[in-house]
């Protein structure tokens, strides 16, 4: 017996769902704020106050530099992988949330179906009984 869409959604914790939905919506604002970010180019870090210094010097300001921006970019990354989990966690655990209602509902609809089998054949035997004359 397919279960309509619409069934379905009736069925859905909506209470469950709006009451999460601001966590969610909070999580996945954090995940683009971090996303969105944009990391230093390479011309405002080269740009940078250069004093008179010798090339040697200069090579080692620039990876100095360089290597700076390259941690600033793990540490961003990094922050970005925990806001993307923790959004994934909160949408595992509504998923987690339907799926358990979606389950009770189904069992419950298994139930219903089965009295109500046995209520239409208790009916149709009174019917049959009903109409039928007893043989004597």
Not at 34 to 42: E, I
Not at 101 to 129: C, D, H, M, P, Q
Request: aromatic residues 6%.
């Amino acid at each position: 017996m397919p279960i309509g869409w619409l069934v379905i959604l009736k069925n859905v914790p909506w209470t469950d769902v709006i009451r999460n939905a601001p966590a969610v919506a909070e999580g996945a604002k954090k995940l683009w704020k971090t996303v969105s970010k944009q990391s230093p180019s390479a011309e405002d870090l080269t740009s940078s106050d250069q004093v008179a210094v010798s090339p040697e010097s200069q090579t080692s300001i620039a990876l100095d530099a360089r290597i700076q921006a390259l941690e600033a970019e793990v540490g961003d990354l990094h922050e970005q992988m925990l806001a993307a989990t923790e959004l994934i966690k909160t949408l595992a655990d509504q998923n987690t949330q339907l799926i358990q209602r979606i389950e009770a509902n189904r069992k419950r609809v298994l139930w219903f179906s089965a009295a109500t089998i046995v209520i239409a054949v208790i009916v149709l035997l009174g019917v049959f009984f009903m109409v039928v004359p007893p043989v004597t």
